[in-house]
T-cell receptor, first 112, second 110 residues
């Protein structure tokens, strides 16, 4: 089955630690995205990538980093510089320039 | 930057009622999309609209691309409990990345 996976579903970290969230897709999509969602809030774009080895900052990139070494994978690192990292993180992919995005199930990160 | 105004922010309805929500922008979009997010899950695309005036249905859902290209509407007929969730509109100009509205939370009263 084609799809997009995120792991783990729940993640706990101590304050000051970096943490990397996984995102993998087998839809052969060129574009991949990371969003952050806070309780009762909408989706805010962190980073996106339209091609391997290239990515662009979204609206709230500070404190986050990404890599795109393979077409299928777009991991997100939440660094200790991110002031309020506790949130629900969503990864998505799409055909290049398409608005029809496919989302993963999300990772809920809690920083203690 | 560009913003989408989605309303209402939340709705409380009885099972079986029809639902209407909308999304407006000060800018023109070439594509309008509607997504639904179930609690604790990622959003799922419901309907995509590509032409001004277009009216598209997906089961009990009907969405319209406003003639001015600055708005879109989503209607749900005869709501059922599984319709609960957050509905997001999204707009796209050309090949730009899409912009999401802040969502409409739908609650269904027993």
């Amino acid at each position: 089955d084609g799809g997009i996976t995120q792991s783990p579903k729940y993640l706990f970290r101590k304050e000051g630690q970096n943490v990397t969230l996984s995102c993998e897709q087998n839809l052969n999509h060129d574009a991949m995205y990371w969003y952050r969602q806070d309780p009762g809030q909408g989706l805010r774009l962190i980073y996106y990538s339209q091609i391997v080895n290239d990515f662009q900052k979204g609206d709230i990139a500070e404190g986050y980093s990404v890599s795109r070494e393979k077409k299928e994978s777009f991991p997100l690192t939440v660094t200790s510089a991110q002031k309020n990292p506790t949130a629900f993180y969503l990864c998505a992919s799409s055909a290049l320039y398409s608005g029809e995005q496919f989302f993963g199930p999300g990772t809920r990160l809690t920083v203690l | 930057g560009q913003q989408l105004n989605q309303s209402p922010q939340s709705m409380f309805i009885q099972e079986g009622e029809d639902v209407s929500m909308n999304c407006t922008s000060s800018s023109i979009f070439n594509t309008w999309l509607w997504y639904k997010q179930d609690p604790g899950e990622g959003p799922v695309l419901l309907i995509a609209l590509y032409k001004a005036g277009e009216l598209t249905s997906n089961g009990r859902l009907t969405a319209q691309f406003g003639i001015t290209r600055k708005d879109s509407f989503l209607n749900i007929s005869a709501s059922i409990p599984s319709d609960v969730g957050i509905y997001f509109c999204a707009g796209q100009r050309g090949n730009d990345k899409i912009i999401f509205g802040k969502g409409t939370r739908l609650h269904i009263l027993p």
